[in-house]
């Protein structure tokens, strides 16, 4: 049992962020910290120089990682750029945009980062959920506009406009709750509108959604599965729709038998292909489990990184897996979900060695899809590659979770010098 050499890492640069999102998954205990630069230049030597890996996607995150400035992105890329390394990787990092002016934008941009953003669906949806510590400054954008202020959705919905002025596609994820649950058409023409990608999440029981502030934010698995089947109808019978919705799309390539990236929710041995590092430099199986204590690994300051999988947690993921599988394997859609998240069992369900918490409505959705898809073959052979080449990838922000295995930006390889390079 090992480490795949092919990493996602989710790794925490800020665990503080200026919004104060209702279901945000961040305990408070862990909200202070911060990564140093030795830090970060641990991870990115702990990778880009092993012998073990050949693929790491830094996923730079939060909290909002934007915080940390440019200053700190402008070292974390330098180091990747001057290491001597055979693997390949990139960049991408997850924003809520409050911090994304345009210098930090042509920075990104030009550093081959792949943005993603986050949007709940129209103004009124986004705002409930996805609120200001304090007012947010508008961005001074390529409009010429002043100072003034403006909401989460405004912010996000000016980013991505900025994005697509630059001749690239903008992604977001929506994180379905109590507020847009019983609204997925709305989202689907919010995001259509905009030409936004979307990637949608179901709301985790952790941090601020377990606390009075977000409680109330909490749906069922039977509520998740119905906004899954109208939201792919809307998206389904759209024969024009400019925009990609994953796991949709990723679904139904599988489903066709074509091979398709899993997003983590739908990946066998998910802790095989993913890290979560915290500020201080702590392994965790995802960047959910940080501050969970029991399911850390060890810390990157005193172990190489692929030695996780000869830990104890590691067995004991392996074998709730197995456990949990064992019960999964005669369900008809096993090879579309395999037993879901386990962060969803530890904080949704309350018990790890149990299938993910929304497991009903994944097969609600499951079987309405495979209907839809023999009705109309045609129309699911002309999604089943997603409508963009370059939908949003990278983790969610600290409202949900779900990284891919791979990122929209181009993988590079760096080579010696002196002839010579990276989600929330």
Known sequence: MMLSPDITLIIKVTNACD?????????????HKKMTDETAH??????????????????????????????????????????????????????????????MLEFLLANDVSI?????????????????????PLLTGDRGTGPAHRGAHETTVDAARRLQQRGR????????????????????????????????????????????LGEDLGITADEYGDFLVRMFDAWFDDRDAPISIEPFGQHIARMLGDEATHSCFYTLSCHRF????????????????QGEPSFRYGNIHEMEPQDV????????????EQKVLQTCSRCAFFDLCYGGCMFHSLKDSKVLEEKDYYCVG??????????????????????????????????PGP??????????????????????????
């Open 19 to 31: 919004l104060q999102c209702r279901y945000c998954f961040i305990e408070p205990s862990v909200f």
């Open 309 to 320: 999988a000869g830990t104890v947690l590691f067995g004991r993921i392996d074998s709730r």
């Open 169 to 212: 596609a903008a992604g977001a994820i929506v994180t379905v709750n109590r507020n847009n649950v019983g609204h997925p058409e709305a989202v689907y023409q919010e995001f259509r509108s905009r030409r936004l990608h979307m990637k949608i999440n179901p709301l985790t029981r952790s941090g601020l959604a377990d606390t009075p």
């Open 116 to 136: 993603g953003l986050s949007l709940d669906g129209p103004a009124e949806l986004t705002d409930a959920s996805r609120r200001g510590r304090r007012n947010l």
């Open 42 to 103: 641990r991870v990115v030597h702990a990778f880009l120089q092993s012998d073990f890996f050949r693929s790491v996607q830094f996923v730079w995150h939060g909290g909002e990682p934007l915080l940390r400035g440019r200053g700190f992105f402008e070292r974390v890329f330098e180091q990747q750029r001057t290491c001597e390394t055979r693997v390949t990787y990139t960049n991408a990092t997850q924003t809520n945009a409050t911090h994304l002016d345009d210098d």
């Open 399 to 424: 409202d949900g979770h779900g990284a891919d295995r791979a990122t929209s930006g181009r993988a590079r390889t760096s080579v010696p010098a002196p002839a010579r390079e990276d989600n929330r």
């Open 362 to 395: 994944y097969k609600t959705y499951f079987e309405h899809v495979l209907r839809r898809i023999h009705d109309d073959l045609g129309r699911a052979v002309q999604v089943s590659g997603g409508t963009s080449s370059d939908p949003p990838r990278g983790e």
């Open 274 to 289: 993913f890290l979560g590092i915290s500020p201080d430099g702590d392994l965790f199986p995802c960047g959910m489990f």
